[in-house]
């Protein structure tokens, strides 16, 4: 799915029309290009549309508010950004989702919108809610079978602690690129897998 994080938003042309399909993607990369720029707080529609070069009635028509507007394409990004790869063996697979996972959270967009909207939930319940219910829930639910294909396999045992496993798969990764905030490379990438199969493994 493509999610538009970082393409240059979409201009109308001069004197003619703008497919739907081409207005939406538009909308969609202003929506990251301006929230990243001034945070959720004072992120407005009219801002989006116009740094989509469209009207603010083409945002409401497909998005009713900022918040909905926020949820729906952030939770599309989190999900097209990181999978549950299946390359034949947990090592391969764990290997896979914490290079993706440090792409996705390097992304220059990324770096800047993920810490804003963590804080943000901190202070705005309704949009704390709607993040876990659209993006956390589903994605630790794909995330899962990382490790339900293991159990399968036989590389983890069928009493594996499914829930405290998945907490052992993301958040390393997490802490070190959204909040600590320091940079990686594939050997901190491969040092990291091996310690992630380890903890899975004990």
């Given at each position: 799915m493509?999610?538009?994080?970082?393409?240059?938003?979409?201009?109308?042309?001069?004197?003619?029309?703008?497919l739907?399909?081409?207005?939406?993607?538009?909308?969609?990369?202003?929506?990251?290009?301006?929230?990243?720029?001034?945070?959720?707080?004072?992120?407005?529609?009219?801002?989006?549309?116009?740094?989509?070069?469209?009207g603010?009635?083409?945002?409401?028509?497909?998005?009713?508010?900022?918040?909905?507007?926020?949820?729906?394409?952030?939770?599309?990004?989190?999900?097209?950004f990181?999978?549950?790869?299946?390359?034949?063996?947990?090592?391969?697979?764990?290997?896979?989702?914490v290079?993706?996972?440090?792409?996705?959270?390097?992304?220059?967009?990324?770096?800047?919108?993920?810490?804003?909207?963590?804080?943000?939930?901190?202070?705005?319940?309704?949009?704390?809610g709607?993040?876990?219910?659209?993006?956390?829930?589903?994605?630790?639910?794909?995330?899962?079978?990382?490790?339900?294909?293991?159990?399968?396999?036989?590389?983890?045992?069928?009493?594996?602690?499914?829930?405290?496993?998945?907490?052992?798969?993301?958040?390393?990764?997490?802490?070190?690129?959204?909040?600590?905030?320091?940079?990686?490379?594939?050997?901190y990438?491969?040092?990291?897998?091996?310690?992630?199969?380890?903890?899975?493994?004990?």
């Amino acid at each position: 799915m493509d999610t538009n994080i970082g393409a240059p938003a979409g201009k109308r042309p001069p004197g003619g029309p703008v497919l739907q399909g081409d207005l939406t993607r538009a909308l969609e990369a202003a929506f990251f290009e301006e929230l990243a720029a001034v945070g959720y707080g004072k992120l407005s529609i009219e801002a989006v549309a116009r740094r989509a070069g469209a009207g603010k009635a083409a945002v409401y028509r497909r998005w009713p508010s900022k918040q909905a507007m926020t949820i729906e394409l952030t939770a599309k990004a989190a999900t097209a950004f990181v999978r549950a790869p299946d390359r034949g063996s947990l090592r391969e697979d764990v290997a896979q989702f914490v290079r993706d996972t440090m792409a996705a959270l390097s992304h220059p967009l990324a770096s800047r919108i993920v810490p804003d909207l963590l804080a943000e939930g901190s202070r705005n319940a309704e949009l704390a809610g709607a993040l876990l219910t659209g993006i956390r829930d589903p994605r630790r639910e794909n995330v899962a079978q990382i490790l339900q294909r293991a159990v399968e396999r036989g590389e983890l045992p069928e009493d594996t602690d499914l829930e405290l496993c998945l907490d052992f798969l993301v958040s390393p990764t997490y802490w070190r690129l959204a909040v600590i905030r320091t940079p990686v490379d594939d050997a901190y990438a491969e040092r990291l897998t091996d310690k992630i199969i380890a903890a899975l493994k004990a």
